[in-house]
Nanobody
Framework: QVQLVESGGGLVQAGDSLRLSCVAS????????MAWFRQAPGKEREFVAV????????YYADSVKGRFTISRDNTKNTVFLQMNSLKPEDTAVYYC??????????????????WGQGTQVTVSS
């Protein structure tokens, strides 16, 4: 069982930066693939970024590539999402997700067993 707690969301202006954090409970954090998803009002939850067990694999949605960076610190059971050059269309609730298995379908919500409660990011124009 893994519990995930996100933090770092807030209200910012277009062009600003935010850093989201997600802390996981348990002793086997490095055994989990970690990902960030987001969900805007009235839309489906969508993939943002994923990082493999020790950070060797990083993949991003096209919409955030070059602006967002996912990273992890296995000594602190934490995964981060550095978000730069934020746009109003980045406004959403951001969710942290975890799963023991990694597959080529990493961008699908069904691939992740554990989810955090989400943190709101609002970008004003």
């Amino acid at each position: 069982q893994v519990q995930l707690v996100e933090s770092g969301g807030g209200l910012v202006q277009a062009g600003d930066s935010l850093r989201l954090s997600c802390v996981a409970s348990g002793r086997t954090f490095s055994s989990y693939v970690m990902a960030w998803f987001r969900q805007a009002p009235g839309k489906e939850r969508e993939f943002v970024a994923v990082i493999t067990y020790r950070g060797g694999g990083l993949y991003y949605a096209d919409s955030v590539k070059g602006r967002f960076t996912i990273s992890r610190d296995n000594t602190k059971n934490t995964v981060f999402l550095q978000m730069n050059s934020l746009k109003p269309e980045d406004t959403a609730v951001y969710y942290c997700a975890a799963d023991r298995s990694y597959s080529g379908s990493y961008n699908y919500t069904r691939e992740y067993e554990y989810w955090g409660q989400g943190t709101q990011v609002t970008v004003s124009s």
